[in-house]
């Protein structure tokens, strides 16, 4: 069966430090991955998704960025946090299927700039 | 990408059927219909998906009408543990898609 990980599932970052964050995906190949954003009370903002190694797109712009060194492996980074970085940050996997693309979901790091 | 509009909230008691309603007027020909669940603090899980008529799981219903510009999603007895948040979504079956999450319902049962 396919499993997602994420870690950290928590973290707390001073203004200005920098991030990576980091998801692998287990028991599938090929994968398509998603980075998603949640503020609080808020929906999923989609925020980079990947259709393979080393193929990034972005859809909103921001101080972080994403990269996909691995079939398997997605990664966020950011080179310096800004407090509105602060949020639920979800990983997504998906395969075709024939009812089209269900994505699952990873357990989420809760980032906190201070 | 089609968008959805929901309820913002719904409340409802232990043992009852909740139908939320999702309208997706621009819905395409290749668009399903999905709708995930979200525990606080947990990532969106899948419930259900269907294209029309009528789809059942061991957890949900969802209605489909001919139009398919709505779809109900039923939850028959709910619990107090499906107390969540409820997003419905359209997206194509073919090729990569890019979902989009609105706010959701966010149903509470009461005991």
């Known amino acids: 069966s396919q499993t997602i990980h994420q870690w950290p599932a928590t973290l707390v970052q001073p203004v200005g430090s920098p991030l990576s964050l980091e998801c692998t995906v287990e028991?599938?190949?090929?994968?398509?991955l998603y980075w998603y954003r949640q503020a609080a009370g808020r929906g999923l903002q989609l925020l980079f998704y990947s259709v393979g190694i080393g193929q990034i797109s972005s859809e909103v712009p921001q101080n972080l960025s994403a990269s996909r060194p691995q079939d398997r492996q997605f990664i966020l980074s950011s080179k310096k946090l800004l407090l509105s970085d602060s949020g639920f940050y979800l990983c997504?996997?998906?395969?075709?299927?024939?009812?089209?693309?269900?994505?699952?979901f990873g357990p989420g790091t809760r980032l906190t700039v201070l | 990408l089609a968008k959805t509009t929901q309820p913002i909230s719904m409340d409802s008691y232990e043992g009852q059927e909740v139908n939320i309603t999702c309208s997706h007027n621009?819905?395409?020909?290749?668009?399903?219909i999905t709708w995930y669940q979200q525990f606080p603090s947990q990532g969106p899980r899948f419930i259900i998906q269907?294209?029309?008529t009528k789809v059942t799981n061991e957890v949900a219903s969802l209605f489909i009408p001919a139009d398919r510009k709505s779809s109900t999603l039923s939850l028959p007895r709910v619990s107090l543990s499906d107390t969540a948040v409820y997003y419905c979504l359209v997206g194509m079956n073919t090729g990569f898609q890019k979902l989009v999450f609105g706010t959701g319902t966010r149903l509470l049962v009461s005991p």
């Open positions: 997504a996997w998906s395969v075709r299927s024939r009812g089209g693309d269900t994505q699952y």
């Open positions: 621009n819905i395409a020909t290749n668009d399903y």
């Open positions: 269907g294209y029309k």
């Open positions: 028991g599938t190949s090929n994968p398509n």
